[in-house]
């Protein structure tokens, strides 16, 4: 609820979830999904290459995130 509950700290900035939107562990009504404002750039960046790697991937295909804080960025990486 985090986007929900605070006003858009910068114009550039966008609202950001985690678990990804897209797999079974995210979207709406999961009372675990994280909600933050980020640099827009940083969620467009990381959000292609999600796309990319889901559009590669089936249903059910399992993958790991690595966050590395000393770098803003955040990938996901197929298991197999």
């Keep these: 609820p985090g986007c929900l509950l605070s006003?858009?700290?910068?114009p550039d900035y966008q609202c950001d979830e985690?678990?990804?939107?897209?797999?079974?562990e995210g979207g709406p009504g999961k009372?675990?999904?994280?909600l933050r404002?980020?640099?827009?750039i940083?969620?467009?960046v990381v959000g292609g290459h999600f796309g990319f790697l889901a559009r590669k991937?089936?249903?059910n295909d399992e993958f790991i995130v690595v966050a590395?804080?000393?770098i803003p960025?955040?990938?996901?990486l197929p298991i197999k």
Excluded at 18 to 24: A, G, M, Q, V
Excluded at 31 to 34: I, L, R, T
Excluded at 73 to 76: E, G, L, N, R, S
């Design 7 to 10: 006003s858009k700290p910068s």
């Design 18 to 24: 985690y678990p990804f939107f897209s797999t079974s």
């Design 31 to 34: 009372p675990w999904v994280s």
């Design 37 to 40: 404002w980020v640099p827009g």
């Design 42 to 44: 940083e969620n467009m």
């Design 57 to 59: 991937m089936k249903v």
């Design 68 to 70: 590395d804080p000393a």
């Design 73 to 76: 960025i955040t990938i996901a």
